[in-house]
C-alpha cells in the first residue's frame, strides 16, 4: 500500500491560510491523492481529490508537485470550526474494488 | 435529514456476548463500508459491500459477519465480544467501486467490558 507522511500536529491563526503538507513517494502513476478531516468525536469528511492537477473546491485546494511525490492542502481563511485531524490518502487499487488507506493525520488546530 | 445513520450509538457489552450494529444511508449510495477507529485513532477499513456483494474483506477474525440485506444498509454483528473489540466503528458509503468521495455516519463506540 502507498504510504503517506504528514507531520503530527500543526497550528494556525484564525483567518490565516492553512497549508498541510503531505508525502507519497511510493504513489503510483493511476492512483489518487484524497484528504479527509475528522472533527472531535464525529465521522470523518471528505474535503477533496486529485490525480495530477491542482483541484480547487469551495472548503480548499489541492495542490500535487508536478513529481506527485507530495501534495498541499489548502484552506484558504482558516476558522475555528477547521480545527481537526486531517488525513492524506492515496487510494489503493484491489481486484474489483479500491479502498483509502488512512494514516496517523495532521492534528489542527486554529488558534484565534 | 441523515445521511448515514448508525444504531446504537453506544454500545456497552461484556465479554463472549454477541451483539449488532446497524448502517442505512439514504443517498442512494451502491457502496457501504465498516471501519474501525482505535484507541490510537486509527481508522482501518474492514469491510465493503457494492450492491450487497462483499468487495472487500480485510484481514478481520471471522467473529465479524457483515451482513447487507439491501444496498442501503450493511449490518455489523459481532460474536463472542473480546476486550480488544473496543472502538469506535464508522460506516460509510459512497457510489461505485472506485472509493470515491465517502460519506460516513457518526459511529458507534463500542465497550466492551
Known amino acids: 500500500d502507498a504510504k503517506t507522511t504528514q507531520p503530527t500536529s500543526m497550528d494556525c491563526a484564525e483567518g490565516r491560510a492553512a497549508n498541510l503538507p503531505c508525502n507519497h513517494s511510493t504513489i503510483s502513476g493511476n492512483e489518487y491523492v484524497y484528504w479527509y478531516r475528522q472533527i472531535h468525536s464525529q465521522g470523518p469528511q471528505y474535503i477533496i481529490h486529485g490525480l495530477k492537477n491542482n483541484e480547487t473546491n469551495e472548503m480548499a485546494s489541492l495542490i500535487i508537485t508536478e513529481d506527485r511525490k507530495s501534495s498541499t492542502l489548502i484552506l484558504p481563511h482558516a476558522t475555528l470550526r477547521d480545527t481537526a485531524v486531517y488525513y492524506c490518502i492515496v487510494r489503493v487499487a484491489l481486484k474489483g474494488a479500491q479502498k483509502l488507506v488512512f494514516g496517523q493525520g495532521t492534528r489542527l488546530t486554529i488558534n484565534p | 435529514d441523515t445521511a448515514v445513520s448508525q444504531t446504537p450509538k453506544y454500545l456497552v457489552t461484556q465479554m463472549g456476548n454477541d451483539k449488532s450494529i446497524k448502517c442505512e444511508q439514504n443517498l442512494g449510495h451502491d457502496t457501504m463500508y465498516w471501519y474501525k477507529q482505535d484507541s490510537k485513532k486509527f481508522l482501518k477499513i474492514m469491510f465493503s459491500y457494492n450492491n450487497k456483494e462483499l468487495i472487500i474483506n480485510e484481514t478481520v477474525p471471522n467473529r465479524f459477519s457483515p451482513k447487507s440485506p439491501d444496498k442501503a444498509h450493511l449490518n455489523l454483528h459481532i460474536n463472542s465480544l473480546e476486550l480488544g473489540d473496543s472502538a469506535v466503528y464508522f460506516c460509510?458509503?459512497?457510489?461505485?467501486?472506485?472509493?470515491?468521495?465517502?460519506?460516513f455516519g457518526p459511529g458507534t463506540r463500542l465497550t466492551v467490558t
Open positions: 460509510a458509503s459512497s457510489q461505485g467501486r472506485q472509493a470515491n468521495e465517502q460519506y
